[in-house]
């Protein structure tokens, strides 16, 4: 009895503790990181303080990132939230209010996706923690030595966690949730709703995949709508589209330095070039993969890196399940 109870306590450490506590120690780093990039981003402050005023000056804001409602306004209670605790003297290491808030929104975001990860997981969560750090400092890195890598916004983490929560679902075949799921994310960055096609990859009936993708790309297309009627933008307008093919000239250019083909800290490269092996799942993610990759080289810019970070979670996965084996049977 004392022995079982013994080796329950182990595995409950092995499983939960250690993965938690390799989690607050990253954390740590990502807020002094994060503090120390508010004075790098011209946009920063822009961004993060959009709605702390209202809609009647939100509507003034840029027009390509009203429509992420979600994400502003979430970051709006943050900057009241950081306020406060700087009053306080809460955390020491922040300069400012801003810095404060930026800080929160990391750590906060990150530590909802590395949860989920634990709580899926459990100690193979380690891997994906690590990963994800890895990925994410390689974004918010100045490679590029320009102000472009140094920026933060507040959808890039959110994107993040919803991309990690689809991988979850669609693994474990829970759709249902993942109809709920694409349409929310929406409101938080439209580039969640590229994760659609998933349904047409799903193990089901072609009729029924068929139905199903129209069924979350017809929600998805219809929480953009509201929203762009709601802060007055375009309707469909997603980003800077009469720029499509400078965007397209400027990242092919980019080519030419060897930087842009180790983009999330080479994970994206070795993701497409390694063998699937008939694994559906990792298919799919790839399929997905390439729909984004071609998206954000018509309407991004390559050497912004931390627009890649959202197709980590796909790489992470590709390789845990060809290193370790099946995830599935193991997490359940």
Known sequence: MQLNKKVSVEG??????IPFIILIGVSIVLFVKATTMVSSGNDTRAVFYALVDGMDNYYGFKTAWRPRLFSTGLAALTVNFSNVLFDKNFILSAQSPLEMAVGIWTV???????????????????????????????GYMDIARTNLA????????????????????FIHKKYAWLLFLIPFGVGFKETIMVLSFGFLLIERPLKQRIYLFLAVLGLSFGVKLLLDIYVHAPLFFTMETEAEQRFLTYNLSRFRDATPFFINAGTLLAFIILPDLGN???????????????????FGILTEYRIWLEV???ALYAFDVRIYGSLVNQST
């Not at 409950?12 to 503790?17: K, N």
Request: net charge positive; proline share 4%.
């Open 150 to 169: 140094l920026r933060l916004y507040p959808w890039d983490l959110p994107s993040l966690f919803f991309f990690t929560l689809f991988v979850l679902f």
């Open 312 to 314: 980590a979670p796909f």
């Open 108 to 138: 906060g975001w990150f530590a909802l996706t590395s949860l989920a990860l634990i709580i899926a997981f459990k100690q193979r969560s380690l891997f994906y923690i690590f990963g994800l750090f890895t990925v994410i400092s390689f």
């Open 12 to 17: 409950l450490l092995l499983a939960y503790g």
């Open 280 to 298: 559906k799942n990792i298919i799919a993610f790839k399929l997905i993969a390439i729909f984004f990759v071609c998206g954000n080289l018509l």
